[in-house]
């Protein structure tokens, strides 16, 4: 039987992981699937003690971690409505995590606390409708693109204790995201991003971990689907937190142009109280 929405997580079950497939910024305030699913989907994890997003928006050397108590709305992007801007996502930081995270990746000389740093769009679009009233303490970890898919994976295994102190682990991207291309006129899923997206999606249901964290072995697709690897850094955070017995859920699955908004969840049993959000009526 599901568990209840929103109760808190089971110290016995280890909190669910998930990437989000964030898209446009326009989805933080625009009431369309991805919206809804995100909302949806904020209902029916069990409510974590504390968020850890890493999003494609935050390029950093080394590795940097959120410390502020209260982190401010970073409004990213340009040429929006007006209304995007006034977004205000005003939840708490949590210094304390902030600690352990670097605690955990204590091996890393170049880890520390940014006490200034706010939430980027990537963090708090998805944010504002998973967890509207803003009330979940939330701290950001860097993404160092220099470093390859392969440092990614094993610097976010360390992370894994976190999944058992009710922490969510959140990776906000897109596994497909080629702007170069994108046409905002005509958005038909182009051929070879629904290609790279269904190779995406069957290797996490295999288990391939290796192989997407080597994805420029992946061939052209992969190429044309990621030129720049920011927005698919973070789904590797996800994947590396995956444990034994661990199913993965998709929803989203749809490719506008040269852009997927594919996500997944990842979790044991019934540590979900839905199998997946259920494609809107």
């Known amino acids: ?3 209840p929405l929103n109760t808190p997580s089971d110290p016995a079950v280890p909190m669910p992981v998930a ?12 009431d369309n699937t991805y919206h809804w699913q995100w909302r949806l989907l904020g209902e029916r994890l069990p409510r974590p003690r504390a968020i850890l997003c890493v999003s494609a928006h935050w390029q950093a050397q080394g590795v940097r971690v959120t410390g502020a108590s209260h982190p401010s709305t970073i409004h990213d992007f340009f040429g929006f409505p007006q209304a995007l801007f006034d977004v205000q996502y005003p939840a708490p930081g949590d210094a304390k995590l902030a600690r352990r995270v670097v605690e955990l ?7 520390h606390v940014d006490a200034t740093r706010g939430l980027d769009h990537g963090a708090w679009s998805v944010l504002r409708a998973m967890y509207p009233a803003a009330d979940v303490p939330v701290v950001q970890l860097s993404i160092d693109t220099t470093m390859p898919g392969g440092h990614h994976y094993e610097l976010a295994k360390q992370l894994a ?3 058992d102190e009710g922490v969510l682990v959140l990776g906000s991207g897109n596994i497909v995201h080629n702007l170069a291309l994108f046409d905002w006129r005509n958005q038909r899923p182009l051929d070879w991003a629904i290609r ?3 190779a995406v999606k069957r290797r996490i249901g295999a288990r391939e971990h290796i192989e997407l964290a080597d994805w420029p072995r992946m061939g052209a697709d992969a190429h044309l689907a990621i030129p720049t690897p920011e927005h698919y850094l973070p789904l590797l955070y996800v994947l590396a937190l995956q444990r034994d017995g661990d199913r993965a859920r998709f929803f989203n699955e749809e490719v506008l142009g040269s852009l997927s908004m594919t996500s997944v969840v990842i979790s044991a049993g019934n540590a979900v109280a ?8």
Not at 19 to 30: R, T, Y
């Open 274 to 281: 839905a199998s997946t959000p259920p494609a809107r009526a």
């Open 1 to 3: 039987m599901a568990s």
């Open 19 to 30: 990437f989000i497939g964030h898209g446009s910024p326009m989805n933080a305030i625009e």
């Open 105 to 111: 990746l204590g091996g890393h000389k170049l880890a």
């Open 161 to 163: 204790p976190l999944r």
């Open 196 to 198: 790279f997206d269904g």
